[in-house]
């Protein structure tokens, strides 16, 4: 229930990697908004119709577009838009720039790896991929962190205000 609470109060119609902190946010809330990138980095979508995740920055089924071709979406017109919006335009994108052949290369790799992409009438669902069960877990995530070695940077996981209960992210 409180999933839903949080939902229709923060995230509204947008993409959690969209989310940013806002002074009216909650204390908890920021703080949770603080490790929003570690979160991303281990939840995928298990892709239905498209419709609910972000095409360049959530992943799916393992792969986020934005990390993977990094060169193409720093120049690419169309940064943002859903799954299902993407393929409703055939994966066609326009850029700033005319592309080099390093970038025509990387913009190949990616619409080929689109052309195996199949949408279906089932809903997207968020999966933990840093778990058997897909279930957010403290445990995997800690267990995760500590075996990439994080720089850094992300031990502010640890000074985050975040309730002591497990968190799903379904």
């Not at 720093?74 to 326009?94: E, H, K, L, Y």
């Not at 990616?110 to 840093?130: E, F, G, I, Q």
């Not at 778990?131 to 995760?144: A, D, M, N, P, R």
């Amino acid at each position: 229930m409180w999933q839903k609470i949080v939902e229709k109060k923060y995230v509204k119609q947008n993409s959690i990697a969209h989310l940013e902190w806002k002074p009216s946010n909650s204390p908890v809330w920021n703080d949770l908004l603080k490790l929003k990138e570690i979160y991303l980095k281990g939840r995928v979508f298990k892709l239905g119709n498209g419709r609910q995740d972000d095409f360049w920055r959530d992943g799916v089924e393992q792969f986020c577009w934005k990390r993977t071709f990094l060169s193409c979406f720093d120049i690419c017109n169309n940064q943002s838009g859903s799954v299902a919006n993407f393929a409703g335009r055939g994966w066609r994108m326009t850029f700033r720039r005319w592309l080099d052949e390093r970038l025509q290369d990387q913009f190949r790799r990616l619409r080929d790896m689109l052309s195996t992409v199949a949408l279906s009438s089932d809903l997207d669902s968020p999966v933990w991929a840093w778990e058997k069960s897909g279930v957010f877990l403290v445990k995997s995530t800690y267990s995760h962190l500590c075996n990439m070695e994080v720089p850094d940077p992300n031990k502010r996981i640890w000074k985050a205000k975040i309730p002591l209960k497990k968190i799903s992210c379904g």
